[in-house]
Nanobody
Framework: QVQLVESGGGLVQAGGSLRLSCAASGSITSINAMGWYRQAPGKQRELVATITSGGSTNYADSVKGRFTISRDNAENTVYLQMNSLKPEDTAVYYC???????????????WGQGTQVTVSS
């Protein structure tokens, strides 16, 4: 069994900051890429940022320069530092990880339950 548990969402004023965390636990051999996605009401889920096990990062154009993704491989945790938040950043944020379970031969994608981020104007 593998679980991704997110924390750190909430309500913040425009221009403020939040830090999201996502910890993976369970029967894990290794984790490849980890990332954050978001889904606003009435919109499709979109990529926010990803990070490989080696630390290479990728960001959506809309968050470049404002958000920073990082990870702690020893703790199987990925973070998203969000600065200069805008009302359009309001969404449910989901953690994603490509995980190789113990005894498995290939990685599978796992998702967290989502955490709400609301930015007021």
């Amino acid at each position: 069994q593998v679980q991704l548990v997110e924390s750190g969402g909430g309500l913040v004023q425009a221009g403020g900051s939040l830090r999201l965390s996502c910890a993976a636990s369970g029967s894990i051999t290794s984790i490849n890429a980890m990332g954050w996605y978001r889904q606003a009401p009435g919109k499709q889920r979109e990529l926010v940022a990803t990070i490989t096990s080696g630390g290479s990062t990728n960001y959506a154009d809309s968050v470049k320069g404002r958000f920073t993704i990082s990870r702690d491989n020893a703790e199987n945790t990925v973070y998203l530092q969000m600065n200069s938040l805008k009302p359009e950043d309001t969404a449910v944020y989901y953690c994603n990880a490509e995980i190789l379970r113990r005894g498995a031969y290939r990685t599978l994608p796992y998702w967290g339950q989502g955490t709400q981020v609301t930015v007021s104007s």
